[in-house]
DNA sequence: AGAATTGTGAAAAATTTATCACAAACGAAC
DNA sequence: GTTCGTTTGTGATAAATTTTTCACAATTCT
C-alpha cells in the first residue's frame, strides 16, 4: 500500500514497536490529542511529549517528511479531507469497522449505561459511601457472588493496599458464616448483587445487618431485594447486546469510589504504597517499569 | 454570552453580514475547510481567500486576537476539545455533582479511554481473536495476573459456560508450569498484562509460544512486553484521575469478545446453558428472577 | 564497558508575522 | 461625472518566531 493512502496517525502506530523510549513518548502525544498537537510549534509539541526539540526533528524525518512544516502541511491535509467527507463522521467507535460491527454497538450500549447510571447517581450518597468504606475504624468486609466476585475482588485488592482491616468474603463459599460471628456494628459491608441475585447474598446481607453493620450495595437497575436493608445503595445498568449482563458501569463506580477513598486516606495509603513497592521489588515480581 | 464560550467560526458568522468585501472573502475561506485553513501560515490563508496578507492580519485582530499565532492557539484548542468530545453537550456525567466531582472527572477520563482504544483497534484482528477463542478444537487457557486475574476469571466464568476445555491460570501461582506440561500446538492463551508488567506472565507467555499455542494478549497502552511474541494483541487506554489504572476499557473488550464468541458458538452454547440453569435451579442458589 | 539513545545549549537559517506608507480601486452622495 | 471617504492591495522592511542543525555531554540499555 502506498503512503498516500495511510494517514499520518496510521503510518506512526505501524511503526510504534520500532521507536526508541523518547520517540514512543512523542508518538503517543501526537496520537493523544491527533491531530491538533502536531500542528502547534515544534517546541510545543515537545515540551508536551516531554521530548527535546531535535528528537521532535528527527521523528519527522524518521517519518519520511523534509520537515516539520511539510509534516504540517500534511496533517492539514487530512483534517481537511476528513472534516469534508460525512463518511469520516464519527458515528462509530471503532473506524474500521462498520456501525454494526460488534464492537461499534457494544460500545454504545456500556456508553448508554454510563450515562444513563451517572444521571441518577445521587453524589451525596456516594461521597457518604466512600467515607463509610475510608473509615479505617471500622472493619470493611466486601462481599460478591457467582459473578461479581470479581468486582469484589477487585475493589478487595486495593483496599487491602489503602487501609487495613478488610476482608473479601465470597457468599457462594459456605464458610462465610464464620466471618459474620464477630461482626460489630461499626462494620461496613460492601455487597456486589447483581441478577441473578443470590440466595446465600440476601441471607449474608440479613444477618450482617441484625448485627448492625452498614451496608452499602452495588447492583443493578432491577435492584438486589438487598436494597431494601442497604444503607447505600447504587443500581448501574447492565443492559448490552448479549446473552450476559455487562460489569462495566459498576467497574466505574467501583474504580471511582477507589480513588476517592485513596484520596480520603492519601496520608496512610501513602506509606502503606510505598511498603507494599518495596515488597514487591524484592520478590521481583514485576519488571521495571519503563 | 461570553466569547469564551463561542468558537471561532461562530464568531466569524456573527459578524459576517458587518464586513466588507475582501474580509467576507476571507471569511467565507475561513469557514470553507474550518478549521483547517486557519492552521496553515497567514499567507497561505491570504492567497487561498484571494485577499492580501494585511488584510487577514487586519481582520485577525478584529477578531479580537493579540495576533495570528494567537488565533491559531485557539483553533487548535477548539479543535482538541471537539475530537475530545464528539458526544460532549454532557459537560458533567451526575447532574447533581460539580464537574470537579470525582464521579465526573473519573468517568471523563474512561469515557475517554474508551474512545481512543476503539479508535485504534483493527476490528479484523478482533474478529481472528473471536474465532480463535470460540474454536472448541482447541484447548483455551486464560491468564492473569495480581490484578488483571479478576479479568481473566471474568472471561473465564463466561467460557467456562460457553464451551468445554477452559483452563484459568494464576502467573501468580507457583503450579502454573503444571499446565504448560501438555500443551498442545493448537492451544489459545488469552493473556492479560497491564503495568506492572509481571516476569511470571512474560516466562508463561515465552513457554507457550515455545510449545506452539496462539496468543492473544490484551495489555495497556504501553504493551507489555508479552506483545512481542503474541500472535494477536489490544492495547486498551487505562489512564484516570488515581493512583492506580482503570481496567474499564480492557473489561469493556472483554465483554464484547464474550458476546461475539457467543454468537458465534450459539448453538451450542444454548444446550449448555440450558444445563447450567436446571442445575442452578436444583441448588437453589438463585432466587428467580422477576 | 561499550553502543545507542537522548538531552543541552547555542547559533544560523529560514520562515512567518506585523507594520508601514502609499497608491489604486471602489462605492455612495452630490 | 465628479468627489470624498473608505477599503484594499503592493512592496518593502523590521521584528519575531520557528525550524534546523551542530557538537558534545549525559543517560540508558545491553
Known sequence: MSDAALTISDRIQRKLDD????????AHSI?????ASGL?????????????????ARMV????????????????????AKVKNPIAKHDTWADGAPSGHMLNRFTDAVIDNIRH?????????????????????????????????????YLFLHMQVIRPNV??????????????????????????????????????????????????????????PVHQIADISFSGRIVVPSAWDSLGTTLLLVETMISSVQNLNWHDTKARMEELEGMFDQTKLFRKFT
Not at 496520537?31 to 491531530?35: A, I, K, T, V
Not at 515537545?46 to 528528537?55: E, I, K, L, Q
Not at 447510571?117 to 462481599?143: K, N, S, Y
Open 167 to 224: 476482608t473479601h468474603i465470597q457468599s457462594t463459599s459456605n464458610a462465610w458464616p464464620h466471618y459474620l460471628l464477630d461482626t460489630k456494628d461499626s462494620d461496613v459491608f460492601v455487597i456486589f448483587d447483581m441478577r441473578r441475585y443470590e440466595n446465600n447474598t440476601l441471607k449474608l446481607a440479613q444477618m450482617a445487618q441484625e448485627q448492625g453493620a452498614k451496608i452499602v450495595l452495588f447492583t443493578d437497575q432491577w435492584r438486589s
Open 31 to 35: 496520537l493523544e490529542n491527533y491531530p
Open 117 to 153: 447510571t451517572l444521571g441518577q447517581i445521587d453524589p451525596d450518597a456516594f461521597d457518604a459511601a466512600c467515607a463509610l468504606v475510608a473509615d479505617q475504624e471500622r472493619r470493611l468486609c466486601i462481599v460478591g457472588g457467582r459473578i461479581t466476585h470479581v468486582l469484589a475482588e
Open 61 to 80: 524525518q524518521k517519518l519520511g517528511f523534509k520537515g516539520y512544516p511539510e509534516f504540517q502541511a500534511e496533517l492539514r491535509e487530512e483534517l481537511r
Open 40 to 56: 502547534g510549534p515544534l517546541s510545543a509539541l515537545a515540551r508536551d511529549a516531554n521530548v527535546s526539540v531535535p528528537t521532535v
Open 19 to 26: 521507536l526508541t523510549r523518547a520517540e514512543r513518548q512523542l
